[in-house]
């Protein structure tokens, strides 16, 4: 059994960063994809960023370039860094935990960017 546990969220002002973290406890070995996504109030969960196993990525249109996803495999963790926060970024976010036999979702943790 797997659970996810995140961490990092908080408010900032817009421009701020932050750094998101989620580590996996449980067996975490073999081939998978962990990462990031959110939930905007009013608004349907989006993919925000992956990571796979061997390090292929992928990052949603909206968060190029600001946005940095990572991952420590001997820790079970991927993080989130996150550079130029605006308003719109504001979501709770949820790691995500991709086996090929089950998918596993953090709780989620709350991110608030003032203007």
């Known amino acids: 059994q797997v659970q996810l546990v995140e961490s990092g969220g908080g408010l900032v002002q817009a421009g701020e960063s932050l750094r998101l973290s989620c580590a996996a406890s449980g067996s975490s070995s073999g081939i998978n994809t962990m990462g990031w996504y959110r939930r905007a109030p009013g608004k349907q969960r989006e993919l925000v960023a992956t990571i796979t196993s061997t390090g292929r990525l992928n990052y949603a249109d909206s968060v190029k370039g600001r946005f940095t996803i990572s991952r420590d495999n001997a820790k079970n963790t991927v993080y989130l860094q996150m550079n130029s926060l605006r308003p719109e970024d504001t979501a709770v976010y949820y790691c995500?935990?991709?086996?090929?036999?089950?998918?596993?979702w953090g709780r989620g943790t709350q991110v608030t960017v003032s203007s």
């Open positions: 995500n935990l991709d086996l090929w036999y089950q998918t596993y």
